[in-house]
């Protein structure tokens, strides 16, 4: 009997230690809304958090971040990964790496792994979040997302160069601040750098 609630218990632990980006997100947002307001007066985020965008707005990197699907055997993840990491550290933009594989890589060696909640779904549920639009399912992609709203935009499928990266990335954030419905949203440039899944 207690060998049995042992095993079940052990069998939970790689559930519980793989948070999605949802959850984790979820909880920063259950965070702020925790704190008092009449606590400490907000601090105004330091200038290198801060993006200029093309219509003269400033935005707070802290307001959004990648989730980036990759693999370990794609050759166009080992590619690109280094290069979004770099510029992502650069910025002060938190990635949430997914594998589709189960391996990491050197820029991410130990990516969360995406879980399947409900054993009928077909897929699990951060494929079916991100990809569920249609969107192949292939590494390496990344998508912004608004960590208030939980809002995701495709930012990229395939390896692209940081500068039209960066100006998808801006352009995306504008999107989301005027709430632009996401079908109106440029499409992803054609890519042929990627691995299908």
């Not at 105004?44 to 990197?61: C, E, H, K, N, Y």
């Not at 100006?167 to 042929?192: F, G, M």
Request: aromatic share 8%; with cysteine.
């Amino acid at each position: 009997m207690k060998i049995n609630r042992l095993a079940a218990l052990l069998m939970l632990v790689p559930v519980l230690t793989f948070a999605s980006v949802r959850d984790e997100l979820a909880a920063i947002d259950a965070s702020k809304r925790a704190t008092a307001p009449e606590a400490t007066p907000a601090a105004s985020p330091r200038a290198d958090q801060m993006m200029a965008l093309a219509d003269g707005r400033q935005v707070s990197m802290k307001d959004y971040a990648v989730v980036l699907f990759m693999q370990s055997h794609c050759q166009y993840s080992a590619k690109f990964d280094p290069e979004i990491k770099r510029w992502a550290d650069s910025h002060n933009i938190r990635v949430y790496p997914y594998t589709l594989d189960g391996g990491g890589d050197v820029s991410f060696p130990v990516p969360m792994i995406p879980r399947k909640t409900n054993p009928a779904s077909p897929l699990a549920d951060e494929i079916m979040t991100f990809f569920g639009n249609g969107l192949p399912i292939a590494t390496p992609t990344a998508f912004v997302v608004n960590v208030h709203t939980l809002r995701a935009y495709p930012l990229t499928q395939g390896v692209m160069d940081i500068g039209a990266l960066e100006n998808r990335y801006a352009s995306l954030i504008q999107a989301d601040l005027d709430q632009t419905d996401p079908q109106y949203l440029p499409p992803l440039p054609a890519n042929a750098q990627l691995t299908p899944q």
